[in-house]
């Protein structure tokens, strides 16, 4: 049967990747996989709702890389997304109903990761960003020791190329740690009155991201050596 994620879901997803790159995705799932057949009372991960749509998703649980599931988790409820029908995390769970969390009895704690359910309407393929405070935030530099810059902007474009009609491959939501491993010439970037041709490959994305993104008085990154 063929199935596929929640194109919300997805769109949370990418956010969290770029928010805390190299997280870690040991209890990450939607469906298919041992470990969420085991997850079985978890019917959500079953693509049940219109043409094989799956509506839960889980999120790993990861402080090294700063995602703590319990604000995440938190910041959800607070958002009240009309997308979001519950999320459980830390044996409790909070639905749309009233957004307060309550005890939670399930056989799986979820300590390490959190489930968040959208609804079975056609509201869970809404791919727009999650507006959750962590996605605004300028990184604390938690687990920061592979993060050499920081990006500035929001919204901000990862290209599988260093021209702006390569396809994109990541979106970063706002300012966001990256590891530059080389820099290239592309297309020429201008915005806020600075023109730029340097690209930063970015190993984390697989991608590139125009210098004029990445927060650097100069151009050129120093001490970054050309791909
Ligand atoms: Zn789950």
Redesign the pocket.
């Known amino acids: 049967m063929s199935w596929r994620v929640a194109k919300s879901l997805e769109t949370l997803r990418h956010q969290l990747d770029a928010r805390f790159p190299g997280r870690s995705l040991a209890a990450d799932g939607s469906i298919g996989d041992a470990a969420h057949q085991a997850?079985g009372r978890?019917s959500d991960?079953n693509p049940w709702y219109g043409p094989g749509i799956v509506t839960?998703?889980?999120f790993t649980h990861d402080p090294a890389h700063g995602l703590d599931i319990q604000q995440v988790a938190d910041q959800l409820l607070d958002s009240r997304d009309p997308r979001i029908k519950y999320v459980?995390a830390n044996r409790r769970i909070a639905t749309h109903r009233d957004w307060q969390w309550s005890p939670y009895e399930g056989a799986n704690p979820h300590e390490r990761?959190f489930?968040l359910s959208v609804v079975a309407d056609p509201l869970c393929d809404d791919a727009s960003d999650w507006n959750l405070p962590l996605f605004g935030e300028t990184p604390d530099g938690r687990g920061g020791g592979d993060a050499n810059f920081v990006t500035w902007g929001t919204g901000v474009n990862v290209r599988a190329e260093p021209r702006l009609d390569a396809s994109v491959v990541a979106v970063l939501p706002g300012p966001t740690r990256v590891k530059v491993q080389c820099q290239t010439r592309g297309d020429t970037v201008s915005t806020a009155g600075h023109v730029n041709d340097a690209w930063s490959f970015i190993p984390a994305f697989g991608g590139y991201v125009s210098n004029i993104f990445i927060d650097h008085p100069d151009p050129w990154l120093p001490d970054i050596g050309e791909c």
């Open positions: 997850r978890d991960h839960a998703r889980d459980i990761h489930h």
